[in-house]
């Protein structure tokens, strides 16, 4: 390690202070000390530690205080706790808090070096680790988000900040480009994280029935209510909702929602009594909800309501350097599924990876490669058995072009795609949604935009 890794060291004993940092300073670390929780903390506000080891029982503050302190403002700081005798429940207690390790005392020399060191080395994975798998919160949570690319690292950082707050959250992107992914990660994140995460996808509830799917209704409010029901909102409480293709939602309904957004109250279909409620919202489409606005489909103002914070998924075309780390994880994930062990890719299997367009992207990717290594036989992933799950055609295409004029646009891809599979399911759409792995509402919308009938 470059510079000097810096540790803060809490107790209030001073005998235990003095020989801990002693030991440290021997050891090529920089120890400061502190006697108690309060005088902890001004240390953490002045400068960053890469560890803090710290007594459970101290007044004022004490190590529980500490540790919800660093974990909400300095999440890369590992903190090891100290236990005393009788204190093992408050240990339990500080490793669900996110505590690094505990360490019973009395402990020796060799016994605190080695937890130190494995903090270091832990750190530094997690300062080199380009998916940021960092703990963070309160909830030893993980950040699921991974890449190398600055893209993926400027999200995360944005998602760090962003699920410190309560903003209202606009993700957009297209299809599979992991808006989902963020949201959770988002909620998981914030101080909602043990409450419910709820997400909706707007397209895919029929235009009467998504009202009472968001908000209630009481009982005998319309035909065929014969029972109350709470709605997504009220299931949500103290939690976060997605709003999942937003850009789908029925202009009747955006002027609702506005209205429950700006009063942070619901009221069911048929109950005159409003409610309120504490629910996040976070939206997401892949439509452009600005030409919505221009042609008078998506309300401006619910727009900047929700649009408080923007996350925008880069397609995964443009953030091809994390294929081959995408790949890798996806590989091991997938061989740990299907018991599977030491599986590689061919070469001409990255190099296909590397420069196939993944219209779908990183849900393509992932499906592609679990696909793969259910099918292949042997240890090596060969480009074909990557094929098989992937829009065979657009495979066939990109492999082998028909003749030597460039290769059409993404959409004029998809265009033929879908006709083909059209034509060879025979017109049955079910078959066709299937077979190319989108849902009905999908396979509508693409019919739409292309003219297809
Ligand atoms: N950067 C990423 N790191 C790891 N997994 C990802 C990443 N982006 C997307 N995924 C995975 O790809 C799949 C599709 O992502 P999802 O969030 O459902 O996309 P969207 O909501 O945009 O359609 C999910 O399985 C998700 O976990
Ligand atoms: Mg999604």
Same mark, same amino acid.
């Given at each position: ?368 490669? /679990? ?5 292949? @036989?042997?240890? &090596?992933? =060969?480009?074909?058995?990557? *094929?098989?799950? $992937? %829009? ?16 059409? /646009? ?5 265009? @033929?795609?879908? &006709?083909? =599979?059209?034509?060879?399911? *025979?017109?049955? $759409? %079910? ?23």
């Amino acid at each position: 390690m470059t510079e000097m890794t810096k540790i803060l060291v809490i107790d209030d004993q001073i005998g235990m202070r003095k020989s801990l940092s002693i030991l440290l300073k021997k050891e090529g670390f920089h120890a400061d000390t502190a006697e108690n929780g309060e005088q902890a903390i001004d240390y953490l506000k002045k400068s960053s530690y890469d560890l803090v080891i710290t007594d459970m029982k101290m007044s004022p503050g004490t190590g529980l205080d500490i540790l919800y302190y660093v974990r909400e403002r300095h999440p890369q700081t590992d903190v090891i706790i100290m236990t005393g005798y009788g204190t093992v429940d408050s240990a339990v207690l500080a490793m669900k808090m996110g505590a690094f390790d505990y360490i019973p005392k009395p402990f020796n020399n060799e016994e605190i070096l080695h937890r130190v060191r494995k903090s270091m080395n832990h750190l530094e994975i997690v300062k080199d680790m380009p998916s940021f798998q960092k703990r963070t919160g309160a909830e030893n949570n993980k950040i699921p988000i991974l890449g190398i690319s600055a893209a993926i690292k400027e999200i995360v950082a944005v998602v760090q900040k962003i699920s410190k707050t309560d903003i209202s959250v606009l993700i957009t992107g297209e299809t599979g480009t992991g808006k989902s992914l963020i949201a959770k990660t988002i909620h998981s994140l914030s101080r909602r994280a043990n409450k419910p995460f709820i997400s909706i996808n707007c397209a895919s509830v029929p235009e009467n029935l998504l009202e009472s799917e968001l908000f209630g209704h009481e009982r005998g409010a319309f035909t065929g209510a014969l029972l109350e029901r709470k709605g997504l909102f009220e299931a949500a409480e103290g939690g976060s909702i997605l709003l999942d293709e937003i850009g789908s939602m029925p202009l009747s309904m955006q002027a609702k929602l506005l209205d429950v957004l700006q009063e942070q109250e619901i009221r069911r279909i048929g109950s005159n009594k409003s409610k309120a409620i504490d629910v996040r919202v976070i939206a997401a489409t892949n439509s452009d909800l600005n030409r919505a606005i221009d042609t008078g489909a998506f309300r401006s103002d619910l727009y900047y309501r929700i649009k408080v914070g923007h996350i925008h998924m880069p397609p995964l075309r443009e953030h091809t350097e994390d294929i081959p780390f995408l790949a890798k994880h996806f590989l091991e994930s997938a061989m740990g599924k299907l018991d599977k062990t030491d599986m590689r890719f061919s070469p001409e299997a990255l190099d296909f990876l590397q420069n196939y367009k993944f219209p779908g992207n990183v849900r393509e990717l992932a499906n592609a490669i /679990s696909g793969a290594v259910t099918v292949s @036989e042997g240890n &090596i992933i =060969s480009d074909q058995d990557l *094929a098989l799950t $992937l %829009t065979s055609s657009l495979f066939e295409m990109q492999k082998y072009p028909e003749d030597d004029t460039q290769p059409g /646009s993404l959409e004029e891809w998809e265009k @033929e795609i879908i &006709i083909e =599979s059209i034509k060879k399911n *025979a017109g049955n $759409l %079910t078959k066709v949604c299937s077979e190319l792995k989108i849902g009905r509402t999908t396979l509508w919308r693409k019919m739409k935009k292309y003219n297809l009938q």
